[in-house]
T-cell receptor, first 118, second 115 residues
Framework: GAVVSQHPSWVICKSGTSVKIECRSL??????MFWYRQFPKQSLMLMAT?????????EQGVEKDKFLINHASLTLSTLTVTSAHPEDSSFYIC??????????????FGPGTRLTVL | AQSVAQPEDQVNVAEGNPLTVKCTYS??????LFWYVQYPNRGLQFLLK??????LVKGSYGFEAEFNKSQTSFHLKKPSALVSDSALYFC?????????????FGSGTQLTVLP
């Protein structure tokens, strides 16, 4: 149980284009999903927290107009990198937290999406 | 201020030997503590967590961790390491349970188990 998927697993795009990454909780409902960014050999940096049906909360320094987050259902959140540039190249990881039960504080992570912007 | 610290960037251990990956935290109150493992180009896999109760927590793949409040530590341990345990390990904390409930990660420790 507690499986989170991400699609695509990797994507290469041209500078200036937009890329959408999907995060799905496959066997549980997630009232809260998180988006992280990870640079090589570094820890995860929280970008934003999204709650189903409401606007995402962005961490300081993260441009909300560049990284659009939509959490339209209890099993799906999307991250759209708009007008991507090479400096946006990174490993993006989502996580989802179940909405009820004793494990409400355990986040389950997706496999990540490798974005390369040329 | 950093909430959680992993003092070792790299830990090497021989297969079959016990392993320890260190983690200390610096938050007040009663934090929730977690260990995750990351294999190359993969997301994080949950290993174990401490919320309350018994200080020794047992998790996946034979790992365990001991919560030590006096030393503010939550070291990850395994009695006998396997080559397949080689991966990047992250300690994480929720500093104030019940509030934002967001994970703060340590910097990670690369574990290499040598055959």
């Amino acid at each position: 149980g507690a499986v989170v998927s991400q699609h695509p697993s990797w994507v290469i795009c041209k500078s200036g284009t937009s890329v959408k990454i999907e995060c799905r909780s496959l066997d549980f409902q997630a009232t809260t999903m998180f988006w992280y960014r990870q640079f090589p050999k570094q820890s995860l940096m929280l970008m934003a927290t999204s709650n189903e049906g409401s606007k995402a909360t962005y961490e300081q320094g993260v441009e909300k107009d560049k990284f659009l987050i939509n959490h339209a259902s209890l099993t799906l959140s999307t991250l759209t990198v708009t007008s991507a540039h090479p400096e946006d190249s990174s490993f993006y990881i989502c996580s989802a937290r179940p909405g009820s039960g004793t494990s409400t504080d355990t986040q389950y992570f997706g496999p990540g999406t490798r974005l390369t912007v040329l | 201020a950093q909430s959680v610290a992993q003092p070792e960037d790299q830990v090497n251990v021989a297969e079959g030997n016990p392993l320890t990956v260190k983690c200390t935290y610096s938050v007040s109150g009663n934090p929730y503590l977690f260990w995750y493992v990351q294999y190359p180009n993969r997301g994080l896999q949950f290993l174990l967590k401490y919320i309350t109760g018994d200080n020794l927590v047992k998790g996946s793949y034979g790992f365990e961790a001991e919560f030590n409040k006096s030393q503010t530590s939550f070291h990850l341990k395994k009695p006998s390491a396997l080559v397949s345990d080689s991966a990047l390990y992250f300690c994480a904390v929720i500093p104030t349970p019940g509030s934002a409930r967001q994970l703060t990660f340590g910097s990670g420790t690369q574990l290499t188990v040598l055959p």
